[in-house]
């Protein structure tokens, strides 16, 4: 990803930014999705002070999170951004517990989700989240 790119959680003022992409990519995934909001945390792709990315997630019970609204500006595409956004919300799964990280994946972006680890038939598709310190936990009860 471009060094200048950054991942953050979203500020009040990218909003209308953060609206303008979903409207530009809903058109392009099939349907005529909300623009981002509700509970969990909005991460923002930022090339210097503009959004080029967004990614929403939010636990949808105590060990399941959900990441819904992820959208990357066309001219950005193939770099690396929306893999960054995935990783931004693994990592916020994980640290609240969370053991797994799912999303209902378009058509039109299956290779991508299978790309940053997610599995399952679909539209379904699922990625562990777990950290490194949950898997010795489990590797020691096994033995
Ligand atoms: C899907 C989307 C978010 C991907 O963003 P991106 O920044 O281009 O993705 P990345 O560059 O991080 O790609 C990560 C990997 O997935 C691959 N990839 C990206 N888009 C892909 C696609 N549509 N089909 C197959 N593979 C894809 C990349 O080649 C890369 O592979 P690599 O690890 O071998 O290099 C972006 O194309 C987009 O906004 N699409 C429209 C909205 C959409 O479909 N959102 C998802 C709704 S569920």
């Not at 003022?13 to 953060?18: K, Q, T, Y």
């Not at 995934?29 to 967004?54: E, Q």
């Not at 990614?55 to 609204?69: C, F, G, H, N, S």
């Amino acid at each position: 990803m471009a060094g200048r790119i950054r991942i953050m959680k979203a500020r009040p003022e990218d909003l209308i930014e953060v609206r303008e992409l979903w409207r530009q990519v809903s058109v392009e995934v099939g349907v005529g999705a909300p623009p981002p909001t509700g509970d969990g945390r909005l991460f923002v792709a930022l090339d210097r002070d503009r959004v080029v990315g967004c990614a929403l997630v939010a636990l949808e019970d105590a060990a399941m999170a959900r990441i819904t609204d992820v959208a990357v500006a066309r001219a950005l595409r193939q770099q690396g951004v929306g893999r960054a956004l995935v990783e931004a919300a693994v990592v916020w799964s994980r640290d609240r517990g969370a053991r797994s990280l799912c999303v209902d994946a378009a058509d039109l972006a299956l290779g991508f989700w299978r790309r940053v680890g997610f599995g399952g038939d679909g539209p379904r598709l699922e990625r562990r989240v777990l950290g490194p310190a949950d898997s010795l936990t489990e590797t020691e009860s096994a033995g």
